[in-house]
C-alpha cells in the first residue's frame, strides 16, 4: 500500500481553485484502497506569515472542515494538525537542519521569492524547505502530490533524507514527487490564476448572497446585451465550463452566440450552478464550522492514529543517532 502525504496552510478558507485544483483530487486519490493517505494541517508552517492566534484557528477550523466536506474518509486515512504533533515534526526538523547545507535553503523558492527584501524574511521561512522534508519523512511517506512549483521543494526532502541514510542508518523511504499534469489552472474573478493573493477567489461556503456578490465583479467585456458573445474569451464561461456537465456547457455557448443573453444572466447561472453542484459541501462545512466539538474529535482521532507512527519513526530516528 502507498502512503500518500499532503499538506495544506491554514492560510485561510479554501476557495474554489483550491477545490478544484487540489483537494478534489486529492479526496480521489485517498479512496483508491491501494493508497493510504496523510492529510494534515499546516498551521505551524502558517506561522511564518500568521501571527494572530485567532485568525490561524479560525483558518484550521475552516481548512478542516473544508476537507470533511468535500468527502475526505478520516476513518480510512490520517487526519491532524501539525502543532498536535509539534514535538516530533520540530525535533526530526532540528535533527535533519544538521545536516542541510545553507547553500540549499538560500536556494529555495520559499526564501528566494521574498530575498529582496531580507528585512520581511523570518528564519522560520529560511528553514521552510527543513521542517516540510520532516512533516513527509516523519510519516514515511512513498508520495506527495505537489505542483511544479513545489517539486523543488519536495527534492529537498529527498535529498536531506538520502543524506541522514547515508550518514547514519537507512532509517526513511526516499520520497517521490507525483505531479498530475491534468490539474487544471482555475481563472480567478479577473481572469488570472484564482488566488488569495490577487484577491479574485469565489468562496463556495459564503452565504447565498456574498457568492452572489462574489461571482458579479467577474470581469467581462462592454458587449450590449443584444449581440453575440464569445464564450471562449469570457471568465464567466471558463468558470462555468469546469462545473457543468458537456450538455450545460453547449447550451451555455448556443446562449452566448445567439444573442439577447447577457452576462448578468451567465453569472446568474454560474451562482446556480455551484448552489446545486456543492449544496452538500456547503451544508457539511457550516456544520462542522457550527459544531467545534465535532470537528475537534474527528481531528483528535486522526492526531492520536499519527502519533503512533511519528513515534515508531522517530525511535529509529534517535537510535540511529545514538540517543537511544
Given amino acids: 500500500m502507498a502512503r500518500i502525504l499532503t499538506g495544506i496552510q491554514a492560510s485561510g478558507k479554501p476557495h474554489l481553485g483550491n477545490i ?3 483537494i478534489l483530487p486529492a479526496v480521489k486519490l485517498s479512496q483508491d484502497p491501494k493508497n493510504e493517505s496523510f492529510l494534515f494541517i499546516a498551521d505551524l508552517h502558517s506561522m511564518t506569515s500568521v501571527k494572530d492566534p485567532d485568525v490561524l484557528k479560525e483558518n484550521t477550523k475552516a481548512v478542516a ?23 516530533y515534526h520540530t ?11 545553507f547553500p540549499m535553503l538560500a536556494n529555495a523558492h520559499s526564501f528566494k521569492d521574498k530575498s529582496d527584501k531580507l528585512s520581511d524574511v523570518n528564519a522560520g521561512l529560511f528553514t521552510y524547505p527543513v521542517l516540510q522534508a520532516a512533516d513527509i519523512l516523519l510519516y514515511q511517506a512513498n508520495f506527495v502530490p505537489v505542483g511544479k512549483d513545489q517539486k523543488q521543494h519536495l527534492e529537498m526532502s529527498k535529498d536531506i533524507a ?30 488570472q490564476k484564482m488566488s488569495k493573493s490577487y484577491n479574485n477567489y469565489i468562496d463556495i461556503f459564503e452565504p447565498e448572497k456574498a457568492l452572489y456578490k462574489s461571482i458579479k465583479r467577474i470581469v467581462t467585456d462592454t ?5 453575440p458573445k464569445n464564450p471562449d474569451h469570457c471568465n464567466v464561461f471558463a468558470l462555468y465550463s469546469l462545473l457543468a456537465s458537456n450538455e450545460e456547457v453547449d447550451q451555455m455557448r448556443l446562449n452566448y ?18 448552489l446545486a453542484r456543492f449544496w452538500k459541501e456547503r451544508e457539511v462545512f457550516n ?21 503512533v507512527i511519528a513515534k515508531s519513526t522517530m525511535s529509529a530516528v534517535r537510535k540511529a543517532l545514538g540517543f537511544d
Fill in 287 to 307: 456544520y462542522y464550522m457550527e459544531n467545534e466539538e465535532a470537528l475537534e474529535t474527528k481531528l483528535a482521532e486522526g492526531e492520536k492514529k499519527a502519533e
Fill in 20 to 22: 478544484l485544483g487540489a
Fill in 257 to 274: 452566440e445567439g444573442g439577447n443573453y447577457g452576462y448578468g444572466h451567465a453569472k446568474k447561472a454560474l451562482l446556480d450552478l455551484i
Fill in 223 to 227: 458587449t450590449p446585451l443584444e449581440e
Fill in 65 to 87: 472542515a473544508a476537507w470533511l466536506a468535500c468527502g475526505f474518509d478520516t476513518d480510512k486515512n490520517y487526519f491532524y494538525r501539525q502543532s498536535k504533533l509539534a514535538s
Fill in 91 to 101: 525535533e526530526l526538523m532540528w535533527y535533519l537542519n544538521c545536516l542541510t547545507p
Fill in 162 to 191: 538520502a543524506v541522514f541514510n547515508r550518514t547514519y542508518k537507512e532509517v526513511f523511504v526516499l520520497p517521490e514527487s507525483r505531479i498530475d499534469e491534468s490539474v487544471m489552472t482555475i481563472p480567478g474573478t479577473d481572469g
